[in-house]
Structures are given as structure tokens and as C-alpha cells.
């Protein structure tokens, strides 16, 4: 049967391409069949469901033969199953309904790591820890256990009742528990902290609905802090809502200063302009970057640099310059298509290139990137220089594929050889740092903060205990690696075991103390770099 519906498809597609080569090619053609010609794709279905030898659904057979349709668009025009829209959607929508826990899947069975506060999972007593064996009746273990099925389970409308059965640590039977589904938000400001004195460090996830209420409020909070100047960390942030990065970016620039403007064919030039509104017009930026950097993110970094605003520091961004409009369909399907390009102040459309249809190719740059030796050299890093467009003040930068930073940062290799790579591979290293926080939950808890939990694991020997875990499962010790590797294991294993008992707030500061894009732009803050930029700026523009 499966074979017979993909000849149907492949039967469906060859007609409808060579209709649509036909009315190319010949206008009599098309006068030989009248009935196809305002809608030749509706006709094909109409004919095949009305005259087709067998029987066959044509809503199974459209859902399939759409993708493909749209496949044969730019990389970004997408279609979304009915099934699949709320998901899609929830991620940027900024709430969603569910329990309100963090969970790992370890060994088949879903642990526990966090319980959101105020949420529904903490109000009958759920603990991080917690061991979910049951839903709604039915045991919920083994390899059906995913991530997305995790989720189908315990995500729900708002108000229903999923009954749950823990196995918690300090009991011998399972605990019941029924949880009624309510809101839970979902935070795209990973983390606000201040780095040092007066230097604050933001880091932002994606460009969703309530992203810039978040971000606000983070600067507030760091401003509390009498911090002065700000890190902003898009490293990995693959974008999101337009108007929340125009947004965003609005905060730091003076009035009537270009943010970004969008055209496409039946779409005008619309610019965005900054209102003067901004509440961080004087202050300190540097905004870091990397190959994973995309869309509302190159938005918000082309602004800063293309008006001198602020320092841009790491490595080139992912090239994604196409807007794209969610259109709702009558099933509750939807169509995210591709309506206009974006284009950064100085006029960079900072699209890469791409071949209509020709998603593989498109998906494997990032790859090519690696190999070609980019994310270590700066000089690795193909840069268009037909397409040069200049900043502000007058610095030149690049068109064609992504934002090229001021300040390039090759990826930290320090302490990655073949021993890490089999450690963070194997699962190993993860499913330790849970069960010793879970082991030692009761000495752990003592500690508020995560310095003084930093200073309690440093005297421990994590890095003994880990590498024997490890290899119980299976990866062999090899002590010259494990030494040659020891401070990064140690710096990963203490963030981790930290964000299972306080979460984000304590993961970050413990696992970028070493960073070296953040510390080079701790670095640009001292020494004024963005400021003097800024400027400069600032006496042009006058």
C-alpha cells in the first residue's frame, strides 16, 4: 500500500510539472484543457478522487504532495501540518499549557530537574528528582520515551487533570499525583548577571512574544546592580519575532537612526526608525555572535554595527536575510512563506546564497564552514567584496552571508581531544551530574547561590568520580587525556550539577567563566572599544 501511494504521488507531481512546463511552453495546450486552467493542482486532485481505479484519500495525498511543493521554494518558505502548529508555535508564543517541570529522559524514564515556580507541578509537592513512571494510568518508560512524546503527554489545554506516578528516592512505593494543566511561560532571557563591577551580561534564546518585556526587565535588574555597560549574547540564537528585535535594538540608539527595512515584490520598502525613546542610549554595548546566530539576531547585530552603536565580537553569523509571513489555512494548517528580504542599515541584504529548491545543499553550510577552517581563522572566512557597503562612520562591511564581526574569536579547542569528545558523546557526563545532584541533594540544598556550591565542589574529586561513572558505561579511562582535559570537565560537571539544583541563574556564570568570546568582550568594555565607536557616531550623525 505504501508503495502504491508514493507511485500516486510521484504520479501527482509529474502531472502537475508538466502542466505547469506546458503553460510555459504552449498557450494551445492549455486551450485543449480548459478544466485545469484557474486551478490545475484543485483539478488533478478532483479528477484522480472522481476517476482513479481505486479508492484513495486526497487529503493524505495532498498533505504530502504540499511539502514537496514548497520544497521547490527558497529554504525558509515552509508548510506546517495542522498536528504540528501549536508545537511550532508554542516556542515563540511565549506561554504554553503544561505541568511546569524541566526534565531529562536518563535511562529510559523521565527525571525531573526543575519545578517551575508558582507552576502547577510545585503546588502538589512535585521535587526535582522525581522519577516519572506513570501517566494517566499507562507505565511511561523505555525507548518510546522522547522528547517530543514526553511533551504530547504532559502538555495539554488549559484545566485538564493528568494523573502522574513518581518514584521518588526516600519512598518505596510510587506516589500518585494530579496535576491540573495551567500556564506556563516560556523565558527566552536565559539568564541576566553582572560579570564584574559595572559590567552586566544578558543572554537571549530566541525573539519571542514577550522577549523584550524580558529583556527590559533584565536591564533593570542589572541596572540595580549599577551595572553600566551590557553583554548581549545572541551565540546560537536562531531568531524569532522581527518587531522584537526592532524593538530591542530601539533601546540603545538615538532618534531617526535607521534599524532595518524590508522589500520583496508586491511588498514596499518599509523602514524601521528608532524613536529616541530608548531607555540605554549612552550606555556600553558589545553583542556576540556565532555561526548559529540567525535572522532577528543579525537584525539586532547589523543595526548595532552598521550605525557604530555598539561592538560586535565572535564569529560570522548563519546568512538568514528572508522575511517570512505565517498564513493560516482552512484546516488549521498553516504556510510560512517567504515574502520579502531584509536589509541591515547600511543596505547589506545579509541573505547567503541559495539555489531554489535546493534545501540540502543550503542546510550543509554550516558544515562546509567548519571544514574550510572558518569557526578557527578569520582569514578562512569567505567575505564578498564586490558587495561592500559601509558603516556609520565609514568602516566597511560585507553583503552576501551573514554579519562578519569587528572582532573575531575563534572557537575555544582548550582541552578537547578524543577522551571529551567520548565523555560528552556517551551521555555519561550528563546522567553523572544529575544523579550526584541527586545523590547529594541534602547537602546541596544548603547552598543559595552558586558560589558557595562552586566552592563546595571544587574541594570534591567530581572529576574521580565522573571518569569512574564513565567508565562503568563504557569509556575507558585514559589518564593523560583526562588530565590534558580536567579543567574544562571540571568547569562543565560544576554547571551542571549546579542548574539541577538552581537552575540557569547559577549554570551560566560557573560555565562561562572561561569563555573567551565573553571575556574579549569584558575586555572591549575596559578598554572603551563600543564606547569610542559609539561616538564617533554620535558627532557624525550631528
Do not use: W
Not at 516519572?132 to 485538564?160: A, H, P, Q, W
Not at 564513565?470 to 585514559?478: D, T
Amino acid at each position: 500500500m505504501e508503495s502504491k501511494n508514493r507511485h500516486i504521488l510521484y504520479l501527482v507531481l509529474t502531472l502537475i510539472i508538466g502542466l505547469l512546463l506546458g503553460a510555459y511552453f504552449s498557450n494551445a495546450l492549455l486551450k485543449r484543457l480548459p478544466v485545469l486552467n484557474n486551478n490545475k493542482f484543485g483539478a488533478i486532485l478532483n479528477l484522480i478522487s472522481t476517476k482513479y481505479v481505486d479508492s484513495i484519500s486526497v487529503d493524505n495525498l495532498t498533505e504530502k504532495a504540499i511539502p514537496l511543493l514548497i520544497g521547490g521554494l527558497d529554504p525558509h518558505s515552509i508548510y506546517i501540518p495542522a498536528s504540528e502548529l501549536q508545537s511550532v508555535n508554542d516556542d515563540l508564543e511565549g506561554s504554553f499549557s503544561g505541568i511546569g517541570v524541566q526534565f531529562n529522559i536518563m535511562r529510559d524514564t523521565i527525571s525531573i530537574v526543575a519545578v517551575i515556580s508558582g507552576g502547577p507541578s510545585e503546588k502538589v509537592g512535585l521535587l526535582p528528582g522525581d522519577r516519572i513512571v506513570k501517566i494517566n494510568d499507562s507505565t511511561f518508560v523505555g525507548k518510546k520515551v522522547t522528547n517530543e512524546s514526553v511533551m504530547k503527554k504532559l502538555r495539554g489545554k488549559d484545566g485538564s487533570i493528568v494523573k502522574l506516578e513518581i518514584k521518588r528516592n526516600t519512598s518505596k512505593v510510587l506516589l500518585p499525583f494530579k496535576i491540573e494543566r495551567g500556564e506556563i511561560p516560556v523565558n527566552s532571557v536565559d539568564v541576566a548577571y553582572r560579570v564584574e563591577s559595572t559590567i552586566g551580561y544578558i543572554k537571549i534564546s530566541k525573539f519571542g512574544e514577550k522577549t523584550y518585556d524580558e529583556f527590559v526587565s533584565a536591564l533593570a535588574k542589572l541596572q540595580s546592580q549599577k551595572c553600566s555597560s551590557f553583554i548581549i549574547d545572541l551565540r546560537g540564537n536562531p531568531g524569532g519575532f522581527y518587531n522584537i528585535a526592532v524593538a530591542m535594538v530601539n533601546e540603545f540608539l538615538p532618534k531617526d537612526r535607521l534599524i532595518v527595512y524590508t522589500e520583496g515584490k508586491t511588498m514596499p520598502r518599509s523602514d524601521e526608525i528608532s524613536d529616541g525613546a530608548g531607555s540605554m542610549q549612552n550606555n556600553q554595548i558589545v553583542v556576540l555572535i556565532d555561526e548559529f546566530s540567525a535572522s532577528s539576531s543579525e537584525i539586532f547585530a547589523g543595526a548595532i554595527q552598521d550605525n557604530d552603536r555598539g561592538l560586535i565580537v565572535g564569529r560570522r553569523s548563519y546568512g538568514k536575510g528572508l522575511v517570512q509571513q505565517q498564513y493560516p489555512l482552512a484546516d488549521g494548517s498553516a504556510l510560512r512563506l517567504t515574502i520579502a528580504r531584509y536589509y541591515t542599515p547600511s543596505g547589506r541584504c545579509i541573505q547567503k546564497d541559495y539555489q531554489m529548491g535546493d534545501s540540502e545543499n543550503y542546510e550543509q553550510d554550516i558544515v562546509k564552514r567548519y571544514l574550510h577552517g572558518e569557526f578557527d581563522s578569520q582569514d578562512s572566512v569567505k567575505l564578498n567584496k564586490k558587495k561592500t557597503f559601509k558603516t556609520l562612520i565609514g568602516r566597511k562591511v560585507y553583503a552576501g552571508g551573514g554579519i562578519m564581526p569587528d572582532v573575531f574569536v575563534p572557537r575555544d579547542t582548550f582541552g578537547t581531544n578524543s577522551y571529551y569528545n567520548s565523555l560528552t558523546n556517551s551521555g555519561a557526563f550528563y546522567q553523572f551530574c544529575f544523579e550526584y545532584a541527586d545523590r547529594n541533594r541534602k547537602t546541596l540544598s544548603q547552598f543559595k547561590t552558586y558560589k558557595p556550591m562552586l566552592e563546595y565542589l571544587q574541594n570534591q574529586d567530581i572529576v574521580g568520580e565522573l571518569t569512574d561513572f564513565a567508565h562503568e558505561k563504557g569509556v575507558r579511562r585514559r589518564p593523560i587525556y583526562i588530565e590534558m582535559s580536567r579543567k574544562l570537565i571540571e568547569t562543565q560537571a560544576y554547571a551542571l550539577i549546579a542548574r539541577n539544583m538552581l537552575g540557569d541563574d547559577a549554570f551560566y556564570p560557573i560555565y562561562l567563566q572561561d569563555d573567551v568570546t565573553l571575556r574579549r568582550a569584558v575586555a572591549a568594555i575596559k578598554n572603551k572599544e563600543a564606547q569610542k565607536l559609539a561616538l564617533k557616531a554620535l558627532s557624525v550623525a550631528q
